[in-house]
């Protein structure tokens, strides 16, 4: 079966670029996607079919793809940025979210 | 674009849990369009459990149990999910979510209900 990895946390300045990678050895085949969650809050996509933006969400998420690695990149961190980050992506018999990244800003 | 899910708080072992997604400002019979199921055990990832297509053509993750079911009522503006044979292990927030299908591995999940926790506990 396939599974998405991810770094269980990544610690960024305000200001400062962080980068979250998803892994797995089917993502190179299809899109994935990101989604943001807050404590108590529903996810929202940030990120869709690897590199897409919908609207209403800030120009410095970024998403982009290299192999079978996504990753995504939040440029000019911002406090309000903490959350936790899924990818998600298909995997041929089904939707398969990562384990998820807390995002700390320090 | 609004959604909202309702069910039961608690249901015991062994018991079916009927979650109801009521939406607004969209039409499921609309092309591309469709209403995906999400579980989310306290403190865990994400789970997707199953999606209905504006067509009425269904997908269920092979990764739950077989007892899922997913309907709609075009007409109520509403998907139901049913899970038989409920266990602890159940337990969690069950979010919908309306979805852009343009093809299956592009599906985008862009509007989230706001969750509904189901506990399973005798």
């Known amino acids: 079966s396939s599974e998405l990895t991810q770094p269980p946390s990544v610690s960024v300045s305000p200001g400062q670029t962080a980068s979250i990678t998803c892994s797995g050895n089917?993502?190179?085949?299809?899109?994935a996607s990101w989604y943001q969650q807050k404590p108590g809050q529903s996810p929202v996509v940030v990120v869709y079919?690897?590199?897409k933006r919908p609207s209403g969400i800030p120009a410095r998420f970024s998403g982009s793809t290299s192999g079978n690695t996504a990753t995504l990149t939040i440029y000019e961190t911002q406090a309000m940025d903490e959350a936790d980050y899924y990818c998600?992506?298909?995997?041929?018999?089904?939707?398969?979210f990562g384990p998820g990244t807390k995002v700390t800003v320090l | 674009i609004t959604l909202k899910e309702s069910g039961p708080a608690l249901v015991k072992p062994t018991q079916t849990l009927t979650l109801t997604c009521t939406f607004s400002?969209?039409?499921?019979?609309?092309?591309?369009?469709?209403v995906a199921w999400f579980r989310q055990p306290p403190g865990k990832a994400l789970e997707w459990l199953a999606l209905?297509?504006?067509?009425?053509?269904?997908r269920y993750s092979p990764s739950v149990k077989s007892g899922l079911t997913i309907t709609r009522d075009t007409s109520k503006n509403q998907v139901v999910l049913t899970m038989t044979n409920m266990d602890p292990v159940d337990t969690g927030t069950y979010y919908c979510?309306?979805?852009?299908?343009?093809?299956?591995?592009?599906?985008?999940?862009?509007?989230w209900g706001q969750g509904t926790l189901v506990t399973v506990s005798s």
């Open positions: 979510a309306h979805s852009i299908v343009p093809n299956i591995a592009a599906a985008s999940f862009d509007f």
């Open positions: 089917k993502l190179g085949d299809y899109y």
């Open positions: 400002g969209f039409s499921l019979s609309t092309g591309a369009v469709g």
């Open positions: 209905i297509y504006w067509d009425d053509n269904k």
């Open positions: 998600q992506a298909w995997d041929s018999t089904k939707y398969v």
């Open positions: 079919q690897d590199n």
